[in-house]
């Protein structure tokens, strides 16, 4: 019962949280001393079509009844249209994720993989030669520049060795498009040379946004190993006589990642979500992080606005996910 | 007390990790502050010499020169004028404007309280570099919109920090004794709780400028940044990036900057945190 009233109890504050969101956005883009009906009509405008402008747009009303108008939008899912493409924000987005999902999805599960066990590893065996080079690995990899690490990767394998591509999702023409997600889509088709080169194309902007996550992972294991380790029931599992490896991969582990879960959401919106707007701008990776830059580029301002709550959005889901699984794997949290 | 600064003065200059984040600290600040006299060829921020543009490394370019000729080595110094001004008063005024709320927000009770720490929340319900990419995408590229998007975007870190601080140590004997003695309320926060939250604080601000640093050169590369002439690193690989697989020093160096630069930041921030928190000292948990 416990377990369902917190989660709940987060559902229920989802919504304010959102309501925050797109009022702080709303004003981020409201608020400023430029006047966005000149930009949009343009230098040849003149005043009458301004201010034509203007009342079109519903920019002469008061500004809370324009905020209410916009979240009433929103509430319908409709981030408006796109200055550039002049389709709907909503739409570009929603075929855009899949792309990105994937790109994430790879990445959180290789930093996982990788982070977790040498995070272990590097705890049990402290201040061996093994935990001196992990560690220098780990803090390395925390204040390395993603884009930079993308650009020195496609250096590196895409330009000199040319074992991967430089840069897209896919050669050739796709796998017909069912879940969105290329590899998965390959697999459905049977077809092998596409996967290859899907694969092929996801290597490096994997290992670019796993790499900052998987060095956060491998700190925060190792900590709550080294926390866990010399606690009184792990002295005891000792004094009984478990195996060392029973001790450490079973009871150790799970006490110890308690807390690393929930940083999984901190992890999987600071380095692969927000990572994913510059590594998807290198390898040109048709996500909603390329679809952000080339807002930028293009001053397409609703485009801007779309993808922070969009951003927003699936910050606030994914941590949502993770107060439940967290709510599930640590049973202190429901007593 | 002399005698105990002294000695942590000497545990932290003997840790190799610790020693080695000051020391980039330090290359980076003097760097910075000494640009124009160091540099090789400090007129190369202004001048051209398109005759002699993307040349590989050598004695007279140690790390080779840019597409306008410049020498690469020179801009980065000036970079670090750049990166070092932006994140600093960044930093500083996220501080300046999170620390008070934090502390007032734990110190008081009631929904004030509630409502500062709410509205920290929705800053945080975004992922900071993104917000700060739309912030600095409104005001256009210039170094104050910088400073103000990352500002903006890194004030609630230290509000939730300062706040859940002054939760901890709020119902200690010594704030009891302070309100006791008949000390105002800003007296109290200011005097007696302040100073025993400084260390978290201090250790968080060391590592919130490598975190700054690397959110300030993803604006560069994004043309979000200084406007295009100023030398600043993240702008500097995006410049680079039409010119790989030739030019790889191009890209190279200024990355490289970031990286030692933003690993200087963590090393002194986990130095720092070995020496002020001594609830998780190294020596400490070496005997466990």
């Given at each position: 019962m416990k377990r369902i009233a917190i989660v709940l109890s987060r559902l229920l504050w989802f919504v304010p949280t959102l309501l925050g969101l797109i009022a702080l956005v709303f004003s981020i883009s409201h608020i400023i001393p430029a006047d966005p009906v000149r930009i949009i009509a343009g230098d040849q405008a003149t005043a009458e079509q301004i201010d034509a402008l203007r009342t079109k747009l519903g920019l002469d009303r008061p500004l809370w009844e324009q905020f209410l108008s916009y979240l009433a939008r929103v509430a319908q899912g409709d981030l408006g249209m796109?200055?550039?493409?002049?389709?709907?924000i909503v739409e570009d987005l929603m075929a855009r994720l899949p792309a990105t999902l994937e790109l994430g999805v790879s990445a959180v599960l290789l930093a996982v993989s990788v982070g977790v066990p040498l995070g272990v590893v590097s705890a049990v065996y402290r201040n061996s030669p093994l935990d001196h080079v992990v560690r220098v690995v780990s803090v390395s990899g925390l204040a390395i520049a993603s884009f930079w690490l993308a650009m020195e990767l496609q250096l590196l394998f895409s330009m000199k060795l040319a074992w991967t591509p430089l840069s897209g999702r896919i050669a050739g023409f796709p796998p017909?498009?069912?879940?969105?997600?290329m590899i998965i889509d390959a697999l459905m088709d049977g077809d092998r040379e596409a996967l290859d080169s899907a694969l092929r194309h996801l290597a490096l902007p994997t290992l670019t946004l796993a790499l900052p996550a998987a060095a956060q992972l491998v700190r925060l294991t190792r900590a709550g190993v080294l926390e866990v380790i010399n606690s009184n029931h792990v002295l005891y599992q000792r004094a009984m006589g478990f195996p060392g490896r029973v001790i450490i991969w079973k009871y150790v582990l799970r006490a110890a990642m308690t807390a690393t879960v929930t940083q999984i959401g901190l992890i999987f919106g600071v380095y692969v979500l927000a990572g994913a707007i510059v590594v998807e701008t290198v390898f040109d990776w048709p996500g909603i992080g390329l679809f952000a830059v080339n807002s930028i580029l293009r001053s397409d301002y609703n485009g801007i606005v779309g993808f922070t709550i969009w951003a927003g959005l699936i910050f606030i889901v994914v941590n949502l996910v993770v107060d439940v699984v967290h709510s599930f794997i640590d049973p202190r949290i429901v007593r | 007390m002399s005698a105990h600064r002294f000695t942590v003065l000497r545990r932290f200059l003997r840790d190799r990790a610790s020693f080695l984040g000051a020391s980039i600290v330090l290359a980076l600040v003097l760097c910075a502050i000494l640009a124009p006299v160091i540099a090789?060829?400090?007129?190369?921020i202004h001048d051209f010499h398109t005759a002699n543009r993307l040349k590989p490394p050598s004695w007279y370019n140690p790390f080779g020169t840019d597409r306008m000729g410049s020498d690469l080595l020179s801009r980065m110094m000036f970079g670090a004028r750049t990166t070092l001004t932006i994140c600093v008063i960044a930093v500083g005024i996220a501080c300046i404007v999170g620390i008070p709320i934090g502390l007032v927000a734990g110190y008081y009770r009631g929904w004030v309280s509630e409502m500062l720490m709410r509205i920290a929340e929705i800053f945080l319900s975004v992922p900071q570099i993104v917000l700060a990419i739309a912030i600095s995408q409104t005001l256009g590229p210039s170094i104050e919109n910088v400073v103000l998007s990352l500002a903006a975007s890194f004030w609630p870190f230290w509000a939730r920090l300062a706040y859940a601080e002054t939760r901890s140590v709020k119902n200690e004997v010594f704030v009891e004794s302070a309100v006791a003695l008949g000390c105002s309320a800003p007296r109290v926060m200011l005097l007696h709780i302040l100073p025993n939250i400084a260390s978290p604080l201090i250790v968080r601000t060391s590592i919130g400028m490598g975190v700054t640093i690397l959110n300030a050169a993803v604006l560069g590369f994004l043309g979000l940044g200084a406007p295009p002439t100023t030398p600043e690193w993240g702008r500097m690989i995006n410049e680079a990036r039409e010119f790989l697989p030739e030019a790889w020093w191009y890209v190279t160096f200024p990355g490289l900057a970031i990286f030692f630069v933003v690993m200087g930041f963590n090393l002194l921030g986990d130095g720092l945190r070995d020496i002020l928190d001594p609830r998780i000292r190294r020596g400490a948990a070496r005997r466990g």
């Open positions: 796109s200055l550039f493409s002049q389709r709907p017909e498009p069912r879940s969105g997600f | 090789p060829h400090p007129d190369d």
